[in-house]
């Protein structure tokens, strides 16, 4: 049942059973009418939100300057998901957060690097429960929503009222680059109306919204997008600041000098702490020759 029709006052006698058998055609007629403009609506919107990922995607990719990678992320990640905040940590590019579950965070003690938010916020909305949920999901490696935030250990009223704000739904996505390392996480809190007027706010917590499933495939998508373009930005950043040796390869006449420059390259490309090259020669003899980043030799 989806609503009612209902006719009273009939003008001359009584309602018989064509009346009844009429309305009842009229309620059918109307139930369905009532159906195909929500499916309408909901197709509308999956297609909007399908335009807005994929604009959303080109922005990201448009960049490699981390900051301005985070920062279009908020911003973007706040007009699809329709959140009244955006919260975003970046996680240090070396070994980032173990997988040991949520824990109460002190700003002194956060795992996360940098932050990021869509609109700034004081700095102290970074921490207690949203930093750690943020750090729920990046160990988890999954979404995670809360759709009442009073009924999860993580969140406080007396938080809320200290910042001067009512979180009521979360929702969470960890970002991770390509090679399935965590590279951060972002949060998005309260649902809005999707027609959010001057008292958005107050609207959506007389609706009682909450993030739902379709919520969390966009943010998922989102976050999965906000990972390659930071992974990419990380790159450049890193490959920038390796000298360009391709002119003194193609001049090099020298086998362990060649080599040497390509090791040199491989350990500052690849961020490790050894490499080795091999090459085998062109007789059939099997014999191998090697250097490494520290010593050359024949074997």
């Known amino acids: 049942v989806i609503g009612v029709l209902q006719v009273a006052n009939k003008t001359r006698g009584d309602f018989n059973a064509k009346d009844e058998l009429f309305a009842g055609l009229l309620a059918a007629m109307a139930a369905t009418a009532v159906r195909n403009a929500k499916a309408y609506a909901d197709v509308t919107r999956r297609r909007a939100r399908n335009r807005s990922l994929l604009d959303a995607g080109r922005l990201l990719a448009g960049s490699v300057d981390q900051k301005t990678v985070l920062e279009r992320a908020v911003l973007e990640t706040r007009r699809i998901m329709k959140a ?168 090099s006449l020298s086998l362990s000098e060649a080599g040497r420059l390509v090791l040199d390259r491989a350990l500052a490309l690849c961020d490790c702490s050894s490499a080795r090259l091999c090459i085998a020669s062109g007789d059939n003899d099997g014999e191998v020759w090697y250097l490494d980043d520290d010593a050359g030799s024949n074997g």
């Not at 949920?133 to 009223?157: K, Q, T």
């Not at 938080?159 to 969470?172: H, M, P």
């Not at 680059?177 to 998005?188: D, E, K």
């Open 84 to 251: 009244d905040r955006v919260l975003l940590w970046s996680l240090p590019t070396s070994p980032p957060l173990s997988s040991g579950g949520a824990r109460a965070a002190h700003p002194d003690d956060s795992v996360f690097d940098d932050t990021y938010s869509d609109p700034p916020v004081d700095q102290c909305m970074f921490g207690a429960g949203f930093e750690a949920v943020a750090r729920r999901c990046v160990a988890e490696r999954r979404v995670v929503a809360v759709p009442d935030v009073a009924a999860d250990d993580c969140f406080s009223a007396d938080f809320d009222r200290r910042i001067g704000f009512v979180t009521r739904s979360v929702c969470c996505a960890p970002v991770v680059g390509t090679s399935g390392t965590p590279l951060g996480a972002i949060v998005c809190v309260n649902k809005m109306p999707e027609q959010a007027g001057k008292g958005g706010g107050a609207a959506a917590a007389a609706e009682n919204l909450s993030f739902d499933a379709d919520d969390e495939d966009v943010l998922r998508v989102l976050a999965a997008q906000v990972g390659v373009a930071l992974e990419n930005a990380l790159l450049f950043v890193r490959v920038s600041k390796v000298p360009d040796v391709s002119g003194d390869l193609e001049s």
